[in-house]
């Protein structure tokens, strides 16, 4: 049994404008999504929230693609020591592109932040989009972990205004 009093999840702000209530939204988002699918037992998660230019430099880094990212999921791969937390990995998100996203596609910058912290715990426990099936999978599991967050479908595009 899921047990949220035994995850602990950091989250630290490294370079940008995050504010505290968006900490809260990370930390929300880490708890449904961990809650939803997480693994039984203590866990370990980071989250570091970062500008786009720190994003960028990990992104090329560690993907070799030299543009930033709204968010980065490294996960840790080891199997934890008996008696000791599973340690899941580090999310970074880049707080520019988050921004700039969410204006662009007419959504709240909490809940834009909201699903892309789902997204990337899912990631770490897991869960990919590169063929179609897992892409279907894993967004119908966002869908449903943010609806019972009160957030509507991010994927379903808004009718253009008159």
Known sequence: MSDPE???????????????????????????????????????????????????????????????????????????????PLILGDLVLARETCAREALESDKSFGDHLTHLTVHGVLHLLGYDHIEMDEAEEMEALEVEILAEMGIENPYLEKPEAV
Do not use: H
């Not at 880490?30 to 980071?46: F, I, M």
């Not at 970062?50 to 070799?64: F, I, S």
């Open 6 to 84: 035994s995850w602990d999840i950091a989250i630290s702000v490294l370079q940008g404008d995050w504010t505290g209530p968006d900490e809260e939204t990370v930390r929300r988002a880490a708890l449904a999504a961990l809650g939803a699918v997480g693994p039984d037992g203590p866990l370990e998660l980071s989250v570091a929230l970062a500008d786009d230019a720190t994003v960028r430099e990990l992104n090329r880094d560690y993907r070799g693609q030299d543009k930033p990212t709204n968010v980065l999921s490294f996960e840790a791969g080891d199997d934890p020591m008996p008696g000791q």
